[in-house]
C-alpha cells in the first residue's frame, strides 16, 4: 500500500502566477482534504472532496479552487499566487464521510511551494 | 469556533525520561475526537493517539498516553522512556461533529531528546 502521495515535493513560482498540486489517497479511501501549513503553524484546512464535490471548506479565499476526480484524486489550485502563499500543502484522505468522527485522516509527505 | 492552544512551543527531554505536552481547546460540542499527530522532518504527519470525548478512560498506545480531562477541556500527551526517534514538531488536534472531517490544529510543539 503507497500510502497518500502528492506531487511536485517542491515547487518555486513567483507572485501571480497559477498552481497546481496534486494528491493520490491511500487505497480504499474515497475523502481527500486539503490544509496549507506555513512554516511554524500548525495546518490549516483549506476544504475536503468527497464523491467529486466539495463538501466542506475552510477560510480561504476562492483563489483557492480544487478538484477531484472518479479514481478519488485531488488536485488543488491556487490563483493569483501572492508570497504569502509560501506554505507546506498536505493532503490527507480518509475511507468517507459515512464513518464520521472515527475515520482518521492519513496524511501525505506535503508539497512545499514558494512563492517569490 | 473550535479553537486548539498548545502553550508550549518547545520543549526538551533526557533520552529515556517522560515528557508531558501540554494542549487545551476551546469548545461547544460534547462528542468529538481528540488527536496527537507526530510532524517529523520528513514532514509527514503521523497520528500518535486518539481519545474520544464520550470515553473517561485515557488513551494508551505503548509508550505514549494522554490525560483528557473534558471539564477543563485539556488533553495533554505523556511520553515515557522517550527515543531519540521521538524528536519531532506535536500537534494535537480536534475533530468534532460540525464539520465532521475537518481537523483543527493547535500550533505545535517542538520536542527535542538529548542523549
Known amino acids: 500500500d503507497a500510502g497518500v502521495t502528492q506531487s511536485p515535493t517542491h515547487l518555486i513560482k513567483t507572485r501571480g502566477q497559477q498552481v497546481t498540486l496534486r494528491c493520490s489517497p491511500k487505497?480504499?479511501?474515497?475523502?481527500v482534504s486539503w490544509y496549507q501549513q506555513a512554516l511554524g503553524q500548525g495546518p490549516q484546512f483549506i476544504f475536503q472532496?468527497?464523491?467529486?464535490?466539495?463538501?466542506q471548506r475552510g477560510n480561504f479565499p476562492d483563489r483557492f479552487s480544487g478538484h477531484q476526480f472518479p479514481n478519488y484524486s485531488s488536485e488543488l489550485n491556487v490563483n493569483a499566487l501572492w508570497l504569502g502563499d509560501s506554505a507546506l500543502y498536505l493532503c490527507?484522505?480518509?475511507?468517507?464521510?459515512?464513518?464520521?468522527?472515527?475515520?482518521?485522516?492519513?496524511f501525505g509527505p506535503g508539497t512545499r511551494l514558494t512563492v517569490l | 469556533a473550535q479553537t486548539v492552544t498548545q502553550s508550549q512551543p518547545e520543549m526538551s527531554v533526557q533520552e529515556a525520561e517522560t515528557v508531558t505536552l501540554s494542549c487545551t481547546y476551546d469548545?461547544?460540542?460534547?462528542?468529538?475526537?481528540l488527536f496527537w499527530y507526530k510532524q517529523p522532518p520528513s514532514r509527514q504527519m503521523i497520528l500518535v493517539i486518539r481519545?474520544?470525548?464520550?470515553?473517561?478512560q485515557n488513551a494508551t498506545e505503548n509508550r505514549f498516553s494522554v490525560n483528557f480531562q473534558k471539564a477543563a477541556k485539556s488533553f495533554s500527551l505523556k511520553i515515557s522512556d522517550s527515543q531519540l526517534g521521538d524528536a519531532a514538531m506535536y500537534f494535537c488536534?480536534?475533530?468534532?461533529?460540525?464539520?465532521?472531517?475537518?481537523?483543527?490544529f493547535g500550533q505545535g510543539t517542538r520536542l527535542t531528546i538529548n542523549p
Open positions: 472532496y468527497y464523491e467529486e464535490e466539495e463538501r
Open positions: 487505497s480504499g479511501h474515497d475523502t
Open positions: 469548545t461547544s460540542e460534547s462528542d468529538y475526537y
Open positions: 490527507a484522505s480518509s475511507p468517507g464521510l459515512a464513518g464520521g468522527l472515527y475515520n482518521e485522516q492519513f
Open positions: 488536534a480536534y475533530r468534532g461533529r460540525e464539520g465532521a472531517q475537518k481537523l483543527v
Open positions: 481519545q474520544e470525548a464520550y470515553k473517561q
